[in-house]
């Protein structure tokens, strides 16, 4: 046993939407099983509860770290007093499923998500599958690491004595899963669609993959199976250096989709038959259109969804969601946020730009299986192309993308921004939003780094949003 010790701790690890740092630099065995106690802490409080009444759900993904650190996150709980239900290597999504379905306390998946091969980390979520965020929880947990209470508990300590229990959630996890659609449009289509799919070694190809099986396609698997030296690109398909793969096969396979995913596999991206990328905006507007069909059609529910999008996104999503008999709203950037919204507003579906997508009846939780079983099934349904679904945004909605730029001051720059476009209307959700008839853009800050983030569109033109673009960024630039 392991005596009571104060560990080193970096508050750097400590970010808006979860724990991230190296291994072991930052984040080792020890700042673990404090984490786990902190975390059983904090959730005592949320949840009203003693440490000892608390059922809390964990999982890690495939990282080289993960099993040792899963352990000592386990570690911290049960000393604490926290019972413990582990389902071991799993997708991220596949925790707030046992957290949602086993309506548990709280969940810890053991994850750095899309970072390199370096990083570690923890996402942390409370009863309902609901994120912490550095607002709520997360520094909760820091704080309470760097008390004298936490000097008083031991590492390694069984007094307070939480039972355990090991779970293989794969099959009831799928099954789930597999319901949101009907598979037999998919299987029944004229032809089997020929789908080229990349795991980027993370945890799609054990969660995604037997459904994908199932579903009569013609798949072509890349990086397919866990591996947590990513031989050949960092699990992060939103940068285009990790897109080049799967671009190149979609194209010289002929295939009618690429589907790849991040490495805890809870957020996934297309590339259209032609091997373009398809935004997370109008991915947003595809699926929100096809999900508020599939409530009109079922006819339990008279009432207008509502539909959440984030500040960065395309008008195309809020005039596809009016359109299709929804109500949007827009909300701040990230997944805790977007949660907790949700929740409130009752809303159907909720997408960001970032390719996170959220569903009202997966708990309100992000899902990177949801959606591609959802596409397959709107593309076999429609009978068409990809690239034809997306014809009517890229005919209308010239989007940006989103453009970091190095800001000393970013608060300073962006009342800068706030003067130079006062004749806008102006919003101060998340950073400042600028709204003209035609075009309009989003400044914020990142949470990390000392950058702000431009996403801009133009409803003229390409050629009208670039100058538009080259505008706003010499602003953002100049000293």
């Known amino acids: 046993m392991r005596g009571a010790v104060t560990v080193a701790l970096s508050p750097d690890i400590f970010k808006a939407y979860d724990i991230r740092g190296l291994y072991p630099e930052q984040i080792d065995g020890e700042v673990a099983e404090r984490i786990g106690q902190g975390f059983a802490v904090v959730l005592s409080g949320l949840a009203g509860k003693e440490l000892g009444e608390l059922r809390v759900g964990l999982g890690h993904d495939m990282r080289l770290s993960a099993p040792e650190l899963a352990a000592r996150y386990r570690a911290g709980l049960l000393s604490a007093g926290a019972s413990v239900i582990d389902a071991g290597e799993v997708g991220s999504e596949m925790l707030y499923y046992l957290v949602g379905s086993r309506e548990l306390d709280g969940g810890l998946m053991c994850t750095a998500s899309h970072n390199p091969k370096a990083y570690t980390g923890a996402k942390l979520v409370r009863a309902g599958a609901i994120a912490l965020s550095g607002e709520e929880g997360i520094q909760d947990v820091r704080r309470w690491i760097e008390s004298e209470d936490a000097g008083a508990l031991e590492l390694g300590g069984e007094g307070r004595g939480g039972t355990l229990e090991e779970i293989d959630l794969y099959e009831e996890f799928q099954e789930a899963a597999l319901g949101f659609i009907d598979p037999e449009v998919v299987r029944s289509a004229e032809r089997p669609l020929k789908v080229v799919v990349d795991g980027g070694n993370g945890m799609a190809g054990p969660m995604v993959g037997p ?102 996104a395309s008008r195309a999503v809020p005039d596809t969601v009016r359109r299709a008999g929804g109500v949007p709203y827009v909300n701040r950037v990230g997944h805790a946020y977007f949660k907790a919204r949700m929740r409130r507003e009752g809303s159907l579906f909720g997408g960001e730009v970032s390719g996170h997508y959220y569903f009202r009846d997966f708990y309100c939780a992000d899902s990177g299986t949801l959606p591609a079983l959802l596409v397959l099934e709107l593309l076999c349904r429609e009978g068409v192309r990809m690239s034809e679904l997306l014809a009517p945004y890229r005919e209308r909605y010239f989007i940006s993308g989103e453009i970091n730029s190095q800001v000393a001051d970013q608060q300073a720059k962006m009342e800068e921004i706030a003067v130079r476009y006062s004749d806008a209307r102006q919003e101060r959700l998340d950073g400042i939003s600028i709204d003209y008839e035609d075009w309009h853009f989003n400044v914020r800050p990142s949470n990390t780094e000392p950058l702000l983030r431009l996403c801009l569109e133009s409803l003229v033109s390409r050629a009208d949003m670039e100058r538009r673009r080259d505008e706003v960024l010499a602003l953002i630039r100049g000293a």
Do not use: M
């Open 211 to 312: 459904l994908l099986e199932r579903l009569g396609l013609e798949l072509l698997e890349t990086y397919w199976t866990p591996d947590g030296n990513f031989p050949d690109h960092e699990p992060n398909p939103l940068l285009e250096e990790n897109r080049r793969f799967i671009v190149q096969q979609v194209r010289e396979r002929g295939a009618d989709l690429g589907i790849a995913w991040d490495g805890d596999a809870d957020r996934c991206f297309f590339i259209d038959d032609g091997g373009e990328f398809v935004p997370g905006d109008f991915l947003t507007a595809l699926l929100a259109e096809s999900l508020l069909r599939k409530q009109r059609d079922d006819r339990s529910d008279p009432t207008r969804p509502a539909i959440l999008y984030d500040v960065r």
